[in-house]
């Protein structure tokens, strides 16, 4: 049995539930990152920032939640660096890595 993947999924779930102020002061949700978000996303039904966070590098921490097929909402997370949008799907190991270098607060 391979428990690597969801060992996996499970360290980035806490890593995003313990994620923070790490990258800096909250930000408007009216934000050019936030927009650029907007501009990716496959659809912005119920589309709602929870939180936004930008650090001295420019980098953008936003946490959002859209609507789901279920008629539900999903919280959501993604890394906006310049052009570049990174979102938690599953498997994207860039997301991760990015959301772990940049949003989650060190030592934490």
């Known amino acids: 049995m391979n428990v ?3 060992l996996t999924v499970i360290c980035l ?3 995003l539930t313990t994620a923070a102020s790490a990258a800096g002061p909250a930000m408007n949700a009216d934000s050019p990152a936030v927009e650029k978000l ?9 589309f709602e920032v929870k939180d936004v966070r930008t ?12 609507a789901n097929g279920n008629n539900g909402t999903s919280t959501q997370h993604a890394v906006v ?3 570049d ?6 498997g ?8 772990n270098k940049k949003c989650v607060k060190a030592g934490s």
């Open 55 to 66: 650090g001295a590098d420019g980098t953008s921490c936003i946490t959002y939640v859209v």
């Open 81 to 83: 660096a310049g052009d």
């Open 4 to 6: 690597s993947r969801p």
């Open 13 to 15: 779930g806490v890593a």
């Open 92 to 99: 994207n190991t860039r997301f991760a890595n990015a959301w």
């Open 38 to 46: 907007k501009s990716k996303l496959p659809s912005t039904l119920g």
């Open 85 to 90: 949008v990174l979102r938690d799907t599953s």
